[in-house]
């Protein structure tokens, strides 16, 4: 399963799911971070595949899922 995370640092939603990924440890360790702030590539994927620019966006073999809460939730039971 390929799992990319788009943030941005100063986003406090994001911090939050990073936040979740950390206190999971190496459970999660496979999961790729994609800064849309420094990276020009990564934002323009986000918006191409996803259809917005909104973080924190967590894609799951490709599929976007936003929103902070149900991104932890299904970390939590999937990682």
């Known amino acids: 399963m390929k799992l ?3 943030i941005k640092p ?3 939603y994001c911090m ?3 936040n979740a990924i950390d206190d999971m440890g190496d459970a999660a360790a496979h999961i790729e971070m994609r800064d849309i702030s420094s990276d020009a590539t990564a934002l323009q994927t986000l918006v191409e595949v996803g259809g917005k620019q909104q973080v924190p966006c967590l894609f799951v073999d490709g599929k976007p899922m936003y929103e902070s809460a149900d991104i932890i939730n299904w970390l939590r039971a999937n990682c």
Request: proline share 11%; charged share 20%.
């Open 10 to 12: 100063t986003c406090p």
């Open 4 to 6: 990319d995370l788009y």
């Open 16 to 18: 939050r799911v990073v």
